[in-house]
């Protein structure tokens, strides 16, 4: 668990928001062709020739993050990787973020540092620039908002509506590992809570804690299926979980779907951990949550061409809207599939 650093505490209260604003961003240095005008002025000035895509995501301290476990570096990058992840869904590419943050007197400048870092090193990480945002105070806590911007692909948007009977349905890497990587984190929290002299050992569950602290977005799936010119017919990013993002792209396509539980793809160490947990694998991969990977449904046609690719795994079948939306259980039965993303999680 994570110990205070008590060697340096600048209270952020003690400098004005001004050399606050300039302490964190002044490592930042604008690449993209597009940003004309980056932090500094009243507002920034991008160029784009075609359409831009836009979208935003909030952090809530005590809702979306537990800094008991979760590090201020991994916070600031996971923040920044949650919206181009979105983008990225959209068959687009990333090329501006602007964050706000608001944070309590509880923080100080060296936190912010810590979180900035995180902020940067994704930044350079993804090649997108940081071109303003907001700071301010909070009564308690702290609140991340991320803007990303980007460009829309020359064959357009890739939306969740373009699904057709007959496409196959792809998800790129494996899924399910960032839900079981929480659990664990939650696990750990309890125990040193009794005892905070024990630190856990947790060599064997680094792949899914690194999943959940540390995710990534799929950047180079776009890349992928632009060299192998695959253009999916619709597209969306596994945030609440497998379930419920699929019922998103068939609910909007206006389509029916069978995905086949024993295609799901999952690594090893999900699998030996939900064992340990006494938790269904399948149940965790339909409806954990957070692994940022790409779902997708393609074109018959393009089957070939993405069929020996080990990031990509076809899981199912578009349907007609009668046949409903199916799981394919292991002994051929099927059963109604059902969102329980993080979003319907009883509270
Ligand atoms: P204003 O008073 O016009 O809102 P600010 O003093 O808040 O201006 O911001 C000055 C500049 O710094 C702007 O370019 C703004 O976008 C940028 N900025 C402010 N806070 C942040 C932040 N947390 N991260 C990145 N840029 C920021
Ligand atoms: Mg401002």
New binding site residues.
């Given amino acids: 668990m994570i110990e205070q650093k008590k060697s340096s505490h600048t209270k952020i209260d003690s400098i004005g ?2 050399t606050l ?1 300039n302490h ?2 002044k490592n930042f240095s604008s690449k993209q062709k597009s940003t004309i005008v980056g ?4 507002a ?1 000035v991008l160029n784009f020739n075609g359409n831009a895509v836009v979208t935003t995501d909030m952090l809530i301290e005590g809702v979306h993050f537990d800094l008991s476990y979760m590090p201020l570096k991994h916070l600031g990058y996971k923040s920044i990787v949650v919206n181009l992840s979105d983008l990225y869904a959209m068959g687009a590419n990333a090329s501006q973020v ?4 608001a944070a309590s007197n509880r923080f100080t400048l060296e936190a912010l540092d810590e979180l900035y870092q995180g902020i940067k090193l994704a930044c350079e990480n993804y090649g997108v620039d ?1 071109v ?4 301010t105070s909070s009564v308690k806590g702290m609140q991340i908002s991320v803007t990303a911007i980007g460009a829309t692909p020359k064959s357009g948007p890739i939306l969740r509506k373009g699904a057709k009977e007959n496409d196959l349905i792809v998800v790129s890497g494996d899924i399910g590992s960032a839900f079981m990587g929480l659990k664990v984190l939650e696990r750990e929290k309890e125990v040193f809570k009794v005892n905070p002299k024990n630190q856990p050992d947790l060599e064997k569950y680094t792949y899914i804690i690194e999943r959940q602290l540390k995710p990534e977005a799929r950047k180079d799936i776009i890349k992928l299926l632009s060299e192998l010119n695959v253009v999916p017919t619709s597209m969306i990013d596994i945030s609440d979980g497998l379930s419920s993002e699929l019922l998103h792209i068939c609910k909007n396509s206006e389509v029916g779907c069978d995905l086949y539980e024993n295609k799901i793809p999952l690594d090893p160490q999900l699998i030996s951990v939900c064992e340990e947990f006494k938790l269904d694998s399948t149940t965790i991969a339909l409806n954990g949550g957070e692994d940022y990977e790409l779902l997708m449904t393609i074109s018959q046609k393009d089957f070939p061409k993405i069929k020996a690719n080990p990031s990509l795994t076809v899981i199912g079948y578009i349907k007609d809207k009668n046949s409903g939306c199916n799981l394919v259980l292991r002994d051929n039965s099927s059963v109604a599939l059902k969102a329980r993303g993080w979003g319907s999680k009883e509270d």
């Fill in positions: 928001e001004f604003i964190l961003t932090i500094g002025d009243d920034a602007l964050v706000s943050i940081l303003g945002g907001d700071t």
